[in-house]
């Protein structure tokens, strides 16, 4: 599906975030600790917005995007060139669930709108810790059910109904009226906590942004242990 929206997707993003994506990542780039030197790895990197991100706020990091989808990639290779960061970003196809990274070869992850659509969640969470060196950092950004109550409920109708509607006629694509679905389907805030507890990670917290439609959850893989 994602290589058939490839084209669209970031017009798709701007329009039906109404704009709040770029925000979103911004706030995600903002809330971590990067350093100069620094190698960081950015998982479902799409057409590469937050890799370029992250490249354009540390100057002196390099950032490996990694996408299943071949045509994001293709578009992302052109963004990345577009912006002279080509030396910097280094894009590779390959799945979370199975990085093709050897152990502690990263100071830091991120992850933006791509870990809902992960079938075995708990596997990719475990396959990043293990890619991070001790004390290193992970930002995960998603969407999520807004509360059902006050403007939440405004924003709910919007995710609902809107959104995939919205979606399917820009794209040409009825598939992406799994939008919704799969937002429905993602665990909400305290129980994705507990999931990157499980899998190992430490300082784990969330930060709820716009009504509660989208979140930033942040861990670091501990200092010491396996």
Same mark, same amino acid.
């Given at each position: 599906?994602?290589?058939?929206?490839? #084209?669209?997707?970031?017009?798709?993003?701007?329009?039906?975030?109404?704009?709040?994506?770029?925000?979103?990542?911004?706030?995600?780039?903002?809330?971590?600790? &990067?350093?100069?030197? =620094? $190698?960081?790895?950015?998982?479902?990197?799409?057409?590469?917005?937050?890799?370029?991100?992250?490249?354009?706020?540390? +100057?002196?990091?390099?950032?490996?995007?990694?996408?299943?989808?071949?045509?994001?990639?293709?578009?992302?290779?052109?963004?990345?060139?577009?912006?002279?960061?080509?030396?910097?970003?280094?894009?590779?196809?390959?799945?979370?669930? =199975?990085?093709?990274?050897?152990? $502690?070869?990263?100071?830091?992850?991120?992850?933006?709108?791509?870990?809902?659509?992960?079938?075995?969640?708990?596997?990719?969470? +475990?396959?990043?810790?293990?890619?991070?060196?001790?004390?290193?950092?992970?930002?995960?950004?998603?969407?999520?059910?807004?509360?059902?109550?006050?403007?939440?409920?405004?924003?709910?109708?919007?995710?609902?109904?809107?959104?995939?509607?919205?979606?399917?006629?820009?794209?040409? #694509?009825?598939?992406?009226?799994?939008? =919704?679905?799969?937002?429905? $389907?993602?665990?909400?805030?305290? &129980?994705?906590?507990?999931?990157?507890?499980?899998?190992?990670?430490? =300082?784990?917290?969330?930060?709820?942004?716009?009504?509660?439609?989208?979140?930033?959850?942040?861990?670091?893989?501990?200092?010491?242990?396996?």
């Amino acid at each position: 599906m994602f290589d058939g929206i490839a #084209k669209r997707y970031d017009l798709l993003n701007r329009l039906m975030s109404l704009g709040a994506d770029r925000h979103w990542r911004r706030r995600t780039v903002e809330s971590l600790e &990067t350093a100069p030197g =620094q $190698a960081w790895l950015d998982l479902a990197t799409g057409t590469a917005d937050l890799a370029i991100e992250l490249a354009e706020a540390e +100057r002196e990091i390099h950032v490996v995007g990694l996408d299943p989808s071949a045509h994001m990639l293709e578009i992302a290779q052109q963004k990345i060139e577009d912006a002279d960061l080509q030396k910097r970003i280094r894009l590779v196809l390959g799945s979370a669930e =199975q990085l093709p990274f050897e152990d $502690a070869s990263f100071d830091g992850a991120t992850m933006a709108f791509g870990i809902r659509n992960v079938p075995d969640r708990s596997a990719a969470l +475990r396959e990043i810790r293990r890619v991070l060196r001790p004390a290193g950092r992970l930002a995960i950004v998603e969407l999520s059910e807004p509360p059902n109550r006050g403007w939440g409920r405004l924003a709910r109708f919007y995710v609902h109904v809107i959104v995939p509607r919205w979606g399917a006629w820009l794209s040409g #694509k009825a598939e992406y009226r799994y939008l =919704q679905r799969s937002i429905a $389907a993602f665990p909400d805030a305290p &129980t994705f906590e507990r999931m990157l507890g499980e899998a190992g990670f430490d =300082q784990v917290s969330s930060l709820s942004l716009s009504m509660g439609a989208c979140h930033v959850f942040l861990a670091r893989r501990p200092e010491s242990g396996p």
